[in-house]
């Protein structure tokens, strides 16, 4: 590594130290922890970066080896939204790595045509087929694939702990496990086909979805056999924006190695949008029931809008922790039904303020954020901001955003 790229990470790791141990820092890690318990003063805000961290990364790149990059640019998402737009990120004790472990669905390698914007992002995309007739084509698949590299991951640690451990712990962690199979059906076939196959052959989709849901476990049981599981009760990344924070889950003093029950899971269906809730319930959710209950937690959603499946299947789940309130969800029907719930009320904020526009239509965004408030009376809120693949170049616009979510909850929120 050149000198200058490890002093480069030095500098960013007692910077991580620094912020990490601060009084400010310890202070927004107790909010998540009382929040994520149902004891939370008020609703936690969180801005993804990855989807718009191209236009505030890159300008803060010092380093010019590739592996030192790669390392820089994990500093930089974790310390930007603290520094830059002041979100409830928390910027942990520690350098995170987790173990770069891998599943292919029937071993198929999902390959994606996609296009560019104006802007040169590749963000529009398609899937190229390989199920083609359902009838024919599906007995065909074969066993899934999956794997770990380790030699990859170890050598990670190392040289990060090498670099700057000792002024910044190198650590590994686990994050929530995810099971989408809806999505594993449109890599395999396209949405249209998937919306004909639930009606020309509902039996026959009916077994594939049960026999997607036996991959994932046959890959969960392997997991755990390999002792490859981690404890998701911190900091740790749950799918969709949030945090683990939790104390109904066993950590590091288990003392035998971590099954799926022992820690979060994450599941989604937005594929299934087009398919009626009584169809839902009848040919995919026998599936998706199956797998949710193979995880001790579990987040729900992603863009659907739940409140469709929320009285036939959802509410079934009595270790449902988080459900996704899209932008196309009915957000006082959710707020009536999880209102003294132990189920958080995972606010997803349409992306169209913070993401279109050169400015920010401040008014527009407070009535929205006064809309979920009012339907949220009662329940457990959080925001996930999400889907913004531009802010102008303009990181004042997220600063000012996460302000008037913080003035708006100040002014208006009402538990």
Known sequence: MLARDRERLRELARLQRDIAHSDEMQKTTALWQAHNSFRGSRPMIRVELWTFGDELIPERMRCE?????????????????????????????????????????????????????????EIGHRFEQVIHDFEEDVPLLGPSAWGYEREKTLHRIEVCAETFGDILPVKLVGSSLGATPTQDVVHLMGMKDMLFATMDYPEAFRAFMERIADEYIAFFEWLHAEGLLLPTTADEHLAQGSYCFTDELPGAELGRPFDTTDIWGYMDSQESVGISPAMFAELIWPAYRRLAARFGLLS?????????????????????????????????????????RHTIFHRKPSPIYLGTGTTLDEEGLTAHIEETLAAAIGCTLEFSQRDVYTINHDPGKARRYVEILRETIDRRWRG
């Not at 198929?108 to 996609?114: A, H, L, N, S, Y």
């Not at 509410?315 to 999880?338: A, N, Y």
């Open 300 to 340: 729900y959603g992603c863009c659907e809008p739940v409140h469709s499946i929320w009285d036939s299947c959802l509410t079934t789940l009595e270790h449902l922790r988080k459900v996704s309130i899209s932008p196309w969800c009915d957000q006082r029907f959710m707020g009536e039904r999880l209102a003294g």
């Open 65 to 121: 080896g590739e592996e030192a990059r790669a390392i820089e640019r994990d500093f930089l998402y974790t310390l930007i939204p603290y520094m830059v737009y002041h979100d409830d990120q928390v910027v942990p004790p520690h350098f995170a790595v987790t173990r770069d472990i891998w599943f292919r669905i029937f071993d198929v390698d999902i390959r994606t045509e996609r296009s560019r914007d104006s802007a040169g992002r």
